[in-house]
């Protein structure tokens, strides 16, 4: 199992920008990547980014050219930079451990950071 706790959360305004961190813990050695996702009040968690220790990234179009998923030579902390930020990117945004092999599997999740973007 791996552990993830999610940091850097806030309120900024419109146009702000804000850094996520995700650090790991535990059996790190058995993933393949990690993912981003948010929930908005109201809605179903969504896809936001992933990274593959391969160096692969994959962004939902919404946050395209805005938001950047990295991470270091050793995989962890990883990090969402979040720039130009809207208020309808308000959510609890969680990183989840990528444990498949072939494909995306996620099944170690944080507890969530808040995101509040006010216009």
């Not at 936001?48 to 962890?76: C, E, L, M, P, Q």
């Not at 809207?86 to 950071?113: F, I, M, N």
């Amino acid at each position: 199992q791996v552990q993830l706790v999610e940091s850097g959360g806030g309120l900024v305004q419109a146009g702000g920008s804000l850094r996520l961190t995700c650090a790991a813990s535990g059996r790190t050695a058995s993933t393949y990547g990690m993912g981003w996702f948010r929930q908005a009040p109201g809605k179903e968690r969504e896809f936001v980014a992933a990274i593959r220790w391969s160096g692969a990234t994959t962004y939902a179009d919404f946050v395209k050219g805005r938001f950047t998923i990295s991470s270091n030579n050793f995989k962890n902390p990883v990090y969402l930079q979040m720039n130009s930020l809207k208020p309808e990117d308000t959510a609890v945004y969680y990183c989840a451990a990528d444990s498949g092999p072939l494909r995306r599997q996620y099944d170690d999740w944080g507890q969530g950071t808040q995101v509040t973007i006010s216009s």
